[in-house]
């Protein structure tokens, strides 16, 4: 679903990201972990054209994420979920769930903001999905952090895409309300085989949540793998520091690829119809 081949970002003098290779398959949950100004931001932002890299290729959902011709393409296949729900607080929670459909409709009903019957009822599945179905009618600034989270999570499913960019998406919510939001993100992956891309500071739930975590450090990639294959070793690998990892990226072969749970074809059952 997404390849990543030598990827490069400068700003200025300053690599952020150094030859970054990476395979996420179709339904996996990958996991990125790395210290703050590791690249994580960054490598996410290249995977949706918000960020046009140095050098390398990105083709995600089948698009080349570097060539700005096909980036609108790309994005109506790929939603983004960031740290602070990015919510419209005066409008519904229905509506925001909604405003997920504007990249697919057409532009003057975009403009009107008109939805079908198919729009409100995919909308209101959506919100089903993140258990707040009841809350469709309420205004989004009497919701909670984490039930805005969810709105947010719901607001991508209803983009219908095939790629979900989770930038820290619990990072300022209490550790019971994060596990709740990652479950109803896992199992939108699960259900509706979309594919999830999450940066996470905290290792705890990478390895709950992740079929597979990747480590990045100043910019490059020092460890791929399940997160039982995930030890003591490579966290201080991963939050060494630039310095550090450079150097032991040198000297450390890459994990071998992990075995891949198996997604079953939810398209095929009719559960994406
Ligand atoms: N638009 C920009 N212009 C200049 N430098 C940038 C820009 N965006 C990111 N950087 C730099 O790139 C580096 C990596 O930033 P990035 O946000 O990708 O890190 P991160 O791993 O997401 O960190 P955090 O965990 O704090 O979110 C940092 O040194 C940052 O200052
Ligand atoms: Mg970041």
Do not use: W
């Amino acid at each position: 679903m997404i390849t990543v081949r030598s990827l490069t970002k400068h700003y200025g003098s300053n690599a952020v990201l150094r030859g970054i290779d990476l395979d996420v398959a179709a339904g996996e949950f990958l996991v990125i972990l790395g210290p703050s100004g590791a690249g994580k931001s960054t490598l996410l932002r290249c995977m949706n054209g918000l960020v046009t890299p140095s050098s390398g290729e990105l083709v995600a959902a089948g698009f080349d994420a570097t060539d700005s011709r096909s980036v609108r393409k790309l994005r109506q296949q790929v939603a983004m979920i960031f740290q602070h729900h990015n919510v419209v607080p005066r409008l519904s929670v229905l509506k925001n769930v909604l405003t997920g459909r504007l990249g697919q409709v057409s532009t003057l009903s975009s403009i009107l903001q008109l939805f079908s019957r198919h729009d409100l009822a995919l909308a209101m599945d959506c919100l089903r999905r993140v258990g707040l179905d009841h809350k469709a009618g309420e205004r989004t600034d009497a919701l909670s952090g984490g039930q805005r989270q969810r709105v947010g999570i719901a607001r991508a499913l209803a983009q219908r895409p095939q790629i979900i960019l989770a930038d820290e998406p619990v990072a300022s919510l209490d550790p019971k309300t994060s596990r709740l939001v990652l479950q109803y993100l896992r199992a939108a992956c699960r259900e509706l085989g979309i594919t999830v891309v999450c940066n996470l500071h905290q290792v705890d739930y990478a390895r709950e949540f992740g079929d597979r975590i990747v480590g990045l450090s100043g910019g490059k990639l020092v460890f791929d793998g399940r997160g039982d294959q995930l030890r003591e070793s490579h966290l201080n690998l991963i939050y060494s520091g630039p310095e550090q990892a450079q150097e032991h990226c040198a000297a450390t072969s890459r994990q071998s690829p992990p075995e891949l749970v198996p997604i079953p074809d939810l398209a095929a059952q009719g559960a994406l119809s």
